[in-house]
T-cell receptor, first 112, second 112 residues
Framework: EAQVTQNPRYLITVTGKKLTVTCSQN?????MSWYRQDPGLGLRQIYY???????DKGDVPEGYKVSRKEKRNFPLILESPSPNQTSLYFC???????????FGEGSRLTVL | QQQVKQSPQSLIVQKGGISIINCAYE??????FPWYQQFPGKGPALLIA?????SEKKEGRFTISFNKSAKQFSLHIMDSQPGDSATYFC???????????FGSGTKLNVKP
């Protein structure tokens, strides 16, 4: 089954404790991206990657890091989480020349 | 500054009625306008999309109307059903595809 898998789905952590949200896709997609969803703000892009070792900032990259060492994986790293990073996070992927984004089921993060 | 402005924030429609959600944009470089549907606990999924060279696109009960001169586009759901109850996001992207800009979302409730 074609899918984008995110882990963990739910996480409660404390300020300053580094965490990683993993994202993996099995569709051989070149493009991957991370979004955060907040009430009244919709989905905002954090980082995206056009291919392995190629990443770039989206609209709200502050406080986040990403890496793309393999085509299928695109982890989101919060080096020192803060309460304003409490949000619902989505990973998405897409094939070359295809503009349809395939989303994971989301990771709800709470930073205390 | 939000690149895509969406209204209304919430919408209640009776079963069988027409649901209308509106979006507006400023960047004339946008050339792809998708609508995504999101059910609770799930990631958004592509519903229907349009390019600015056409004024309307219909897929079943879902229609996008596009007004290039006004820089507005809207989603019409005909014969709305309780199963259509979800959050709907409009979005826009430009030719290089690397960035998507989403509206703030509309929570639709179709009452039986």
């Amino acid at each position: 089954e074609a899918q984008v898998t995110q882990n963990p789905r739910y996480l409660i952590t404390v300020t300053g404790k580094k965490l990683t949200v993993t994202c993996s896709q099995n569709m051989n997609h070149e493009y991957m991206s991370w979004y955060r969803q907040d009430p009244g703000l919709g989905l905002r892009q954090i980082y995206y990657s056009m291919n392995v070792e190629v990443t770039d900032k989206g609209d709200v990259p502050e406080g986040y890091k990403v890496s793309r060492k393999e085509k299928r994986n695109f982890p989101l790293i919060l080096e020192s989480p803060s309460p304003n990073q409490t949000s619902l996070y989505f990973c998405a992927s897409s094939g070359t020349g295809v503009r349809e984004l395939f989303f994971g089921e989301g990771s709800r993060l709470t930073v205390l | 500054q939000q690149q895509v402005k969406q209204s209304p924030q919430s919408l209640i429609v009776q079963k069988g009625g027409i649901s209308i959600i509106n979006c507006a944009y400023e960047n004339t470089a946008f050339d792809y306008f998708p609508w995504y549907q999101q059910f609770p606990g799930k990631g958004p999924a592509l519903l229907i999309a349009i390019r600015p060279d056409v004024s309307e696109k219909k897929e079943g009960r879902f229609t996008i109307s596009f007004n290039k001169s006004a820089k507005q586009f809207s989603l019409h759901i005909m014969d709305s059903q309780p199963g259509d109850s979800a959050t709907y996001f409009c979005a826009a992207s430009s030719g290089n595809f690397n960035k998507f800009y989403f509206g703030s979302g509309t929570k639709l409730n179709v009452k039986p």
